[in-house]
């Protein structure tokens, strides 16, 4: 059955950092921000979505392998009661719920999201054990559920019930498409998590929709952001969350790929914590130096 979420809590103020800005327009005060952050090899996004509320809502999906998180959250939310309104696990692997343990532990949280994907991993037992100690509600959502905060809207596309029970986990990851309410319009940003080929395929195939921002699925590596899904959804920003690591991400097929279709690449490696909001029709991007 399909789940439309209303998210009625909100967040205190989310106060700036140092940014090095790569298009020198002035923000605007308050506007839905996007931030990608450094949390080394691993994914962690934090969404600020302005609503008619005074105070944004807050939604971080995922939380990378560690305490990093906490540390880049620490730079953005300066208020007083440390509260986050909902945490996002897009599947149970280290290197995307590990942190969300330790943001549990410091911050107040609202609602944990699961892709409904069980796991034995000790990370993600200790995530669900803590939430419920906590008295934290916790949601499965998939394919066709919707979380809608004044106008922004976040569409659950992925996964089916067929990929939730996929033998390879990273096809398992909630794939979240952000319609957020700017100044300008609708700011579109689409997350992917670990998603792979097949969840690529099944997108383009039964949806049609382009997009501003890419997360860029399991941390550019060759088996995701193929060709053909890159030209359906044509993104003019793709962002990858990776660090130091043995896999060779991002690879130089995926690169490419998004050379050629024309996409402005950043990734937390180099850029570290990159910034997007949209005012005036333009895509603004900031990167705070490492």
């Given at each position: 059955m399909k789940k439309v979420l209303k998210i009625l809590f909100i967040l205190g103020?989310?106060?700036?950092?140092?940014w090095l800005m790569i298009f020198s327009i002035p923000p605007p005060t308050v506007e839905s921000e996007i931030y990608f952050l450094d949390v080394g090899q691993g994914d962690?996004?934090?969404?600020?979505?302005?609503?008619?509320?005074?105070?944004?809502?807050?939604?971080l999906i995922d939380g990378g392998p560690g305490r990093a998180v906490v540390e880049e959250l620490a730079r953005l939310t300066k208020t007083q009661k440390q509260y986050i309104d909902v945490l996002a696990a897009t599947h149970p692997q280290d290197d995307h719920i590990g942190g969300l343990v330790d943001v549990l532990q410091a911050y107040e949280?609202?609602?944990?999201?699961?892709?409904?994907r069980r796991s034995e991993i000790a990370s993600y037992k200790r995530l669900i054990n803590l939430a419920e100690e906590r008295g934290v509600p916790i949601i499965v959502l998939g394919a066709g559920d919707v979380i809608r905060y004044g106008k922004n809207q976040i569409d659950i596309l992925a996964p089916t019930a067929a990929l939730r029970r996929d033998p390879e986990i990273n096809n398992a990851s909630l794939v979240m498409y952000l319609a957020?309410?700017?100044?300008?319009?609708?700011?579109?940003a689409l997350f992917t998590g670990d998603a792979g080929f097949p969840v690529e395929n099944y997108l383009i195939n039964n949806f049609d929709f382009?997009?501003?921002?890419?997360?860029?699925?399991?941390?550019?590596?060759?088996?995701?952001?193929?060709?053909?899904?890159?030209?359906?959804?044509?993104?003019?920003?793709?962002?990858?969350?990776?660090?130091?690591n043995r896999y060779g991400h991002p690879t130089a097929e995926t690169l490419n790929r998004l050379k050629q279709q024309g996409a402005s690449i950043y990734d937390t490696l180099n850029d570290g914590t990159v910034k997007i909001m949209s005012r005036n029709d333009q895509l603004l991007i900031y990167r705070r130096e490492k």
């Open positions: 103020a989310v106060n700036g950092i140092l962690s996004q934090f969404l600020s979505l302005a609503g008619a509320n005074p105070a944004p809502v807050s939604i949280v609202g609602l944990l999201i699961t892709n409904g957020a309410e700017t100044s300008a319009g609708p700011l579109r382009q997009t501003d921002i890419l997360k860029v699925g399991h941390h550019g590596s060759k088996y995701a952001s193929g060709r053909e899904f890159l030209e359906a959804i044509a993104p003019k920003v793709a962002v990858i969350e990776v660090g130091k």
